[in-house]
């Protein structure tokens, strides 16, 4: 909640994520074998870095939601 967005906000955010708002993929710290991929989302006046880690080949978790 420190950004300011609950919940529906940050379904609404993710839902606006479109293919050129890819940042990177990048290991995750604690498993060199586990990936994420990493968006730079801009919100009003906020760039956000969103991280996303495949869970299953339809699902995805947000791993970060976060300013830049």
């Known amino acids: 909640m420190a950004l300011g967005f609950d919940r ?3 379904v609404a955010t993710i839902a606006t994520i479109e293919g050129r708002m ?6 995750t710290f ?5 990936w994420q991929d ?4 801009p919100v009003d006046d906020l760039l956000l870095c969103v991280k996303f880690q495949a869970d299953v080949v339809t699902e995805f978790t947000v791993m ?3 300013e830049k």
């Open 8 to 10: 529906s906000g940050i």
């Open 30 to 34: 604690a498993d060199h074998r586990v």
């Open 22 to 27: 890819f940042y990177k993929s990048m290991t």
């Open 38 to 41: 990493v968006y730079h989302v």
């Open 64 to 66: 970060s939601f976060k």
